[in-house]
Every structure is written in structure tokens, then in C-alpha cells.
């Protein structure tokens, strides 16, 4: 089964949990992923569906070592690991990340994003983006896209847990068109992460 009609399968079925009607485009994949490099590894990434930002990462120098998928999708995480057996494939919630060790002791310097934020409840971006931060170095970046024009994580979450996030770039050539958004920490962190 070729890659958009397995993603338009899995949207049939689960709607709101894949939140879009095809997968990625590379554009978006390129825009992503641009401010990741090898400096960055371990990379941990959220909702890799097809693999589309899998592929760039590993583009960009991202050895399949060196990258953890977390994947709750059934069908895409068995899809995942056959692609890429060297790659760590995690099939559960990402609202779960603070339970899992994907790399042991090591920090991840980037987290990549395909989750559809905006979709979900505050509490679960909450604990989506605790566990995230909990895998990140103190200079790591969670790196997120939306459909919309605003950071998909409300402001009011970003100050509580001492966040910000920047606009990296837009691109047209992603169905809908699609902005990414760099989130960090701030220089001085609140409490909480």
C-alpha cells in the first residue's frame, strides 16, 4: 500500500488523531527539520506517521541510532520499524513520554513534532510537553508545526512552564499550508520543568 493511501486509511479510521488528510509534504519535512543537525543527536520524534521527518532527519546526518520514534498508531509504528530497523520505535501515547528512558541516561537536543496540537486538550499538551522536556537537553528545542498562524501551544502554557517559542518559516506546498515553530526554554526557567 503506497505512503498517502495508508495515511488516508489510518485518517478514516482515526480522525481526530490524525488530524490531516495526507501525509507531509517534503517541504514541510525540510522546514522542520532545518535547525537540526548532528550536534543535536539523540533526536527524539513525536508522531512520525510515514516517516516523512524521519527520512529528512536522517538527510540531515541523524543516525537511526541515534533517533526514538513515538508512534501510537499501530499500523505506523510496524510500518516505522520495518523501514528503519535501527531505529528505536516506541507504539504509545506521547502524552507518556516522561515514562520511558528512549536513550538511557543521554539527553535528546531536539524533539520533532508531527503531533496535531491543536486537536487535543490543554492537560494532554501539557503532558506532552512535560515529557518532552524531560528527554531535552537545556539548550534542546521541540520543533512543532500547525495549520494555523500561532504557536499550537497556547500562550498560558508556554509562561507557566518558562517556554517560548519563535516562528521558523511557513510553507505553501504542504496540503493545508503549514508554519513551524521553534519551542525552548527560557533563559531563566520557572518551575515545573
Known amino acids: 500500500m503506497n505512503e498517502q493511501l495508508s495515511f ?15 501525509p507531509s509534504s517534503k517541504a514541510l519535512a525540510t522546514l522542520i527539520t532545518s535547525g537540526v543537525s548532528l550536534d543535536d543527536a539523540p533526536v527524539i520524534e ?23 520514534l513515538v508512534e501510537f498508531g499501530s499500523h505506523f509504528a510496524r510500518s516505522l520499524r520495518e523501514e ?19 536513550f538511557g541516561r543521554e539527553k535528546a537536543g531536539a524533539v520533532v513534532s508531527g503531533l496535531p496540537l491543536l486537536s487535543m486538550p490543554p492537560l494532554q499538551v501539557v503532558r506532552i510537553l512535560r515529557g518532552a522536556f524531560a528527554h531535552l537537553r537545556q539548550d534542546g528545542a521541540f520543533y512543532q508545526f500547525t495549520y494555523g498562524p500561532r504557536c499550537p501551544v ?20 504542504n496540503l493545508p499550508p503549514a508554519a513551524v515553530f521553534q519551542i525552548s526554554r527560557n533563559p531563566i526557567p520557572a518551575k515545573g520543568f
Open 46 to 68: 513525536l508522531g512520525p506517521g510515514t516517516g516523512v521527518f524521519t527520512r529528512q532527519l536522517i538527510e540531515r546526518g541523524i543516525p537511526q541510532e541515534q533517533l526514538a
Open 84 to 102: 528503519f530497523p535501527a531505529i528505536r520505535v516506541f507504539c504509545m501515547d506521547a502524552a507518556r513520554l516522561g515514562g520511558i528512558q528512549p
Open 154 to 173: 497556547p500562550r498560558a502554557i508556554l509562561e507557566r512552564f518558562g517556554l517560548r517559542a519563535r516562528y521558523v518559516g511557513g510553507t505553501l506546498a
Open 8 to 22: 488516508l486509511c489510518n485518517w478514516v479510521s482515526a480522525p481526530r488523531r490524525v488530524a490531516a488528510i495526507a
